[in-house]
């Protein structure tokens, strides 16, 4: 058994991609210290719409990205995952076959935030994320589950690499490899988890704050593919 952050970025900026590259490889370390010391085995990198591959001794690199489809964001973990996407370019049917054709898994990510992926009648995807920014969410999450008999998985989300592990997911698995994470994901043989400690509940507290000021009205500003309206409070 194998408890591995199946959602984490190495840049906590968009934008300036030259800038952003040198970058990488610095918080790819940031970001596995805190996975080995959370007690976690390993971390899928999903950057937006590139993937770095990456390697540690500290924890195993699971290859992946998130691509930005026409309804929200969608992630792609496994041994191929594709090496740049254009933010827009794909609808979800087309990345989930983008990422069988490359023996990955395709997860919707965080289905109750910037996404309306949940509002299509059929989801052909490998698994459903709950998300480590917004655990609030879980229980719509678990129904969208069971609604299309998809399994769980968890992912923290981190941007900041201080943010990893917040969320992550138990693989029954012989070896942690690429292939073998698909493969467990697709058979089921994986659970979410969502640390509770003092630290992340007082983190939670904080960006639950910071996105009220900034979206008071529980909507996104601006809009841009995948976006879609915030769960109901009297939901979460």
């Known amino acids: 058994m194998f408890a591995v952050d199946l959602h984490a970025h190495t840049r ?3 934008g300036h991609r030259a800038l952003g590259d040198r970058f990488d490889p610095y918080g790819f370390r940031l970001l ?12 899928a ?11 540690s001794a500290r924890a195993t690199a699971i290859p992946g990205i998130e691509i930005s489809t026409t309804r929200g964001h969608v992630l792609v ?3 191929d995952p594709p090496t740049e996407t254009v933010p827009g370019e794909y609808t979800p049917a087309e990345v989930v076959e983008l990422a069988h ?3 990955c898994a395709a997860i919707v990510a965080h289905p109750y935030r910037d996404s309306t992926i949940k509002e299509l009648e059929e989801l052909p995807f490998d698994a459903i994320e709950i998300n480590g920014k917004h655990p609030r969410t879980e229980r719509l999450v678990q129904r969208l589950a069971e609604r299309h008999d998809l399994p769980l998985v968890g992912g923290s989300d981190a941007h900041y690499p201080f943010e990893a592990g917040r969320a992550y997911t138990r693989i029954d698995a012989a070896e942690l490899t690429p292939e ?10 994986v659970e979410p988890r969502v640390a509770t400690g003092r630290f992340d509940r007082g983190l939670r507290r904080l960006y639950r704050e910071i996105h009220s000021r900034k979206h008071p009205d529980g909507l996104l500003a601006e809009a841009s593919p995948g976006i ?4 109901d409070a009297t939901d979460s």
């Open 12 to 14: 906590f900026f968009h």
């Open 32 to 43: 596995t210290r805190v996975i080995d010391a959370r007690g976690l085995d390993g971390v």
């Open 45 to 55: 990198t999903t950057n937006h719409d590139y993937y770095t591959r990456f390697s």
């Open 77 to 79: 973990i496994g041994p």
């Open 101 to 103: 054709d490359r023996d």
């Open 180 to 189: 073998s994470v698909v493969e467990a994901i697709r058979d089921g043989r």
């Open 228 to 231: 879609g309206e915030a769960p």
